[in-house]
């Protein structure tokens, strides 16, 4: 037993050396170009990545308003938006300098972790660690998770797709297997990861878990147990995700913000345009096609969903659930079951019907691997599977090397369809630009900055009658605050607007020459204060975290590292437990 238990942590550890490696050949062909390449939301993560280096930088993980990016007009997009994917990138280009070598280790370590996850995720459901190898590469290399991570370049769903295993292993666990503590503690542990880097994809998982748990309802043993478990979980996900939770719930109180829009058109036809057909999704994935905004699922997964109908009755239970859930969550995302043409506001909030694909890749690719890995299936196939997987992807990747623009960037205010080497992108930051025009984002900014948002962005600064346009070298970014250098004007007094917004008036200090300073807000929610000299003014603007956010930070890692330390201390026991036992069975 001794010789078993030394033998699994030998595959193990081979295992993992293996993902290490493919997650570089996931990313060595766009690496060794030097060259980020056009993506749909690229400006707008890469100005996120920007804003968390400086204030990783400056000694902090988090900060709640912009200040070093999005055109340093204190934008609230970490109250809104989650954050946790950040910090491994603020600690990557803390120790690696340049710019797009530092996104392309942040996206090799993304993979690693996604095929990591998966693999020990699907195992601890399966038992099974050909399965669970098999499930791991075909999730991690299905044509959905590059569409997110190089054309699309969402980096939230993308590192929350990452965390979806571990919580349905988690659920697997504590209804099924009646594990209920680890079980719990692993769900819990899996969506509150996800909710750190998207809270779409949380909420569907959410709702995937939901159907989950009605499906097996009927089926449980042990009903009040399990219910008692989940409610424990549920506790402890809302303890862990306390230090985001905490200020988007407060922030939402206090302030009306401007929602994400994507497109003009929310109506029904809205929603089609910005849907997939059936028959779009599966030419696309026909052709492992990951170019442009053309989200599809892969050819291995589009075969799953094609033999899985001719296998459906040979499958046991549980792979028949999953492969339904898989193929209906295809289905739903796509035009042939138009399920949110009624409700506006869901079309607002999920924007993307295709989003469903995260859950559908998932059970398929689970599917996949439960039928390949069958006993009287040879170790051979499986690696054929898993070397199909990965050449493919590999070749997808090709193609958008092959196919993207070829040039640098000849003008800094408009970088979107160029590529990015480390000098264009650092000219496209805003930190480095005076004005720039390409990404201006609405994105939770105050209701009123509708009727301001262009004066902010352009940094218009008005002293009584008096406008002036202040350049990036008079605007002085720190952690939290911003630091205006207003030059020498006519007016001896009058009123002051700074291109800077203010969310809730009492989280904030203005100093103006080193004096604390009474302010106001204007209608277009700008900063407002009384001068009384014309000589040089610099006003400098911080704001102060509430003390509820930080207990609740620190409330979120504590529970985290609780819950790891209980865990590997259960896994530590066990493992010693079934040593020991067969230890004296032998003698």
Known sequence: MKYKIKSNRLKDVIVIAFFALLAYMYIVILFKSGKIFPAADRLFHIERFEEEFKIFQSGHLVSMISTFSFSKVGQAINVYYPWGNLIPYGIIRSIVNKPVTAYYFYIGLEQFLGLLIAYFSANKISKSRKLAFVFAIVLRFSAYVLFNDFPRFDVGEAWALIFIPLTLAGFYNLVIKNSYLIGSGCMALGLTAELYCHILTSLITVVTLIVLYVISFLFQSHKVKILFSLICSVIIFLVLTSGFIIPLIFSMFQNKVIAPVIGLDESFNGYLAKSKS???????????????????????????????????????????????????????????????????????????????????????????????????????????????????????????????????????????????????????????????????????????????????????????????????????????????????????????????????????????????????????????????????????????????????????LGGIIILLVIYFIIKYRSHRKTYLVNKVHSL
């Open 278 to 556: 059936l028959s779009q999704v599966v030419n696309l994935s026909l052709n492992n096609h990951i170019s442009g905004l053309e989200p599809n699922i892969g050819l291995v997964l589009l075969v799953t969903v094609f033999l899985g109908i001719v296998v459906f009755n040979q499958s046991t239970n549980l792979e028949k659930t999953i492969y339904l859930i898989g193929t209906s969550s295809l289905l739903l995302g796509t035009t042939l079951l138009p399920w949110m043409f009624n409700s506006k506001q869901l079309i607002q909030i999920v924007q993307f019907p295709w989003r469903l694909f995260t859950i559908s890749i998932v059970f398929l690719a689970y599917f996949t691997a439960s039928k390949v890995s069958k006993k009287n299936i040879s170790s051979i196939s499986v690696i054929l599977v898993a070397l199909y997987c990965g050449l493919t992807s590999i070749d997808s990747i090709k193609y958008i090397q092959n196919n993207g623009p070829v040039e640098s960037i000849s003008s800094q205010n408009y970088p979107r369809p160029y590529t990015l080497d480390n000098k264009s992108y650092e000219k496209v930051l805003t930190l480095n630009n005076n004005s720039a025009s390409d990404v201006r984002y609405l994105d939770y900014l105050p209701n009123n900055a509708k009727i301001s948002s262009s004066d902010a962005f352009n940094h218009k600064t008005k002293l009584g009658n008096q406008i002036l346009f202040l350049n990036k070298n008079q605007i002085i970014p720190g952690y939290q605050s911003e630091t205006f250098k207003i030059p020498k004007h006519r007016g001896k007094s009058g009123i002051a607007v700074l291109p800077f917004y203010i969310y809730d008036v009492d989280h904030y200090i203005l100093y103006v020459d080193g004096k604390k300073t009474n302010f106001k807000v204007n209608k277009g929610s700008l900063l407002t204060f009384q001068f009384k000299t014309n000589n040089k003014l610099t006003a400098t603007v911080k704001y102060q975290t509430p003390v509820i956010y930080i207990v609740a930070r620190y409330v979120s």
